[in-house]
Structures are given as structure tokens and as C-alpha cells.
């Protein structure tokens, strides 16, 4: 995205941190939204009565959709305000496992990325063989 001038007289405004602060923002009222959507949505699902029982594959499986995007759009809720935390306490953009700050590039396509790019790959690895050894 191009930068916007938008007349912000702040000192920060324009800053990378204060870019990636805004796109986090916006991410995290996106968020939640959905999540607000969703809730409203399942609660009318689970109404009493709402549906016949020929529905109900229908609807168990659009439960399993619902909740596994709530599952998916809490958790990257939880990352967007970590992000968001980071940027105030001064750590924003530097790997959580070594230190060492999170390439710029990166930043810009996941501004709430915690680790760099080899970390967040071994973190991937890992976490794709205990899905693989749970099975
Ligand atoms: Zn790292």
C-alpha cells in the first residue's frame, strides 16, 4: 500500500511503526466484527425450533464452519493485540526467539508476526509433525 498523507500533524504519523500500528488496528476491529457476526449468527442457529430435523446435518455442519473460523479469527485476535502490545511496550518487530529484528518485508505482509522467518518456520515445522504424531 502506498503511504497516505492524511494531514496527521503527529510526529509518528508516517513512521513504519505508526503503519504497521494502524494495519494491526484495523485488523483487530475486523476481527472482532466477525466474531461479533458469528456469535450473533450461531445464536440464531441454536434457536429452539428454528430448523426440522432434516436440517440438522446441514446445520451441524455449518456449525463446524462457524466454530472453526471463530477458532481461526480468535487467534489471530490474540496476535493482532500481542502485536499491538509489543508496539507500546517498545519491542515490536524483533524476533521473540533470539532477538534479532523481523525482516521489514515481512512486517509489512504479517505486522503480527512474533518471529523471523526461520524461527516462524521452525515453529511451523514443529507444530506440523505434533498435528502429524497426534493423529
Ligand atoms: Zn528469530
Known sequence: MAAVANGFA???AGTQKERYRRALLQRQS???ADLKR???SAREQLEP???DPADESVLSHRKETLFAQVDRDTQLLN???HALRRLQEGTYGICEQDGEPIDPIRLEAVPWARYC???QAERDATAESERHTTL
Open 10 to 12: 503527529d510526529k509518528d
Open 30 to 32: 475486523q476481527l472482532q
Open 38 to 40: 458469528a456469535a450473533a
Open 49 to 51: 425450533g428454528a430448523l
Open 79 to 81: 496476535e493482532v493485540q
Open 117 to 119: 522467518v526461520k524461527h
